[in-house]
């Protein structure tokens, strides 16, 4: 019997990179594709801040094909539903029926989303849902994951930390009330290498920057770095 098919609400961090890896394990759904948010005028991933041209290489490194979502900034909350509906309805007459989150434990979230997906017919898949996340973020790491925070909530945690791997000695640096996944909000990440890649995306840290309450780190892509200059640290392992 032929497995549903689904799409992986990607957005370019470790939860949903983890997720496609546990869902492809799973064997439950046969995954399709990608499914990104991208704030179109400034060809970045939404929230996470992400260049456009490292999803690329992310998608390439799954193997699947990316659907960009692009919404304005800022983006009204009935744009965004509206814009994720047309890609959705799409994928739906495409014989897609599933969508995997890597949502961990916000009941709100999930349940928003499930409500969002109810109206065009599809159904959620959480892989990682109620996971304990001290146990999944060190799962993560020794599965061989690698990540590093491009954006941090300086309310919830030190700015020093954008730009850190995701590792070992960063979860030992968190302060204690911050989620070890950060699914409260406290930081965001880019993935760029693992078991879900069939290589590494090798990029460099740029530039920190805060902007509207949160803070940076541009990640670039190392084949865009100039050496005629000292380069940014490259991130090779």
Known sequence: MAQPKAWMA?????????ALHVARQRDDVEIVGLLTT????????????????????????????LHRVRIPAPCPNEVYESE?????????????????????????????????????GMVGVFPLWRCDTTALAREMIDGGLKAHLVCVDPRRMPRRLAGRAFDDALLADLPLDVDPCGENGEFHTFAWDGPMFAQAVTVAVGETVERE????????????????????ALLTD
């Open 10 to 18: 990607w957005s370019s961090g470790k939860d949903s990179a983890w």
């Open 38 to 65: 991208v704030t179109d005028v400034y060809s970045r991933v939404s929230m996470h801040g992400v260049r456009e041209e490292l999803l690329i290489a992310q998608a390439e490194a799954t193997d699947l094909p």
């Open 84 to 120: 994720m509906r047309i890609a959705l309805e799409s994928a739906a007459r495409d014989g897609v029926t599933h969508v995997v989150f890597g949502d961990l434990f916000l009941e709100d979230i999930r349940a928003y989303r499930e409500a969002q997906l109810a109206r065009i």
């Open 213 to 232: 309450g949160f803070v940076f780190a541009d990640l670039v892509s190392a084949d865009s770095v100039g050496y005629d200059k000292a380069p940014p």
